[in-house]
């Protein structure tokens, strides 16, 4: 079972970077899967979350309207398009997956990647990936 994050680097405010997390070794389509940051001195937080069974989204209120995310079920990779950044988002970002499909129980909805951002308790972890933007 693996996470592997990639696409880490440095960028002026204002520029763009892509991150890529590619999943193997579990069934990607039954889990949700969360990007997660941490900054220097501070806790992790949650960035953003989607759901694999329907493509349900949540953002945290900071990267709304300037991070994306997606999920290719048939590449069992999570992407996440940050523009227009700030320096603030300077952290180490984390992808992270949660299995949400247990048996019949398939859940479906907006909740589930809330569930897994807010919680923040996913069952894999990633290694990280730096990202740095300077002003």
């Known amino acids: 079972v693996q996470l592997v994050e990639s696409g880490g680097g440095s960028v002026q405010a204002g520029g763009s970077l892509t991150l890529s997390c590619a999943a193997s070794?579990?069934?990607?389509?039954?889990?949700?899967i969360g990007w997660f940051r941490q900054a220097p001195g501070k806790e992790r937080e949650e960035v953003t979350c989607?759901?694999?069974?329907?493509?349900?989204?949540y953002y945290a209120d900071s990267v709304t309207g300037r991070f994306t995310i997606s999920s290719d079920n048939a590449e069992n990779t999570v992407v996440l398009q940050m523009n227009n950044l700030k320096p603030e988002d300077t952290a180490v970002y984390y992808c992270?997956?949660?299995?949400?499909?247990?048996?019949?129980?398939?859940?479906?909805?907006?909740?589930?990647?809330?569930?897994?951002?807010?919680?923040?308790?996913?069952?894999?972890w990633g290694q990280g990936t730096l990202v740095t933007v300077s002003s």
């Open positions: 992270a997956a949660d299995r949400v499909v247990v048996g019949s129980f398939v859940p479906r909805g907006g909740y589930v990647p809330k569930q897994l951002c807010n919680e923040r308790s996913p069952e894999r």
């Open positions: 070794g579990f069934t990607f389509s039954d889990y949700a």
């Open positions: 989607i759901s694999n069974v329907d493509g349900a989204t």
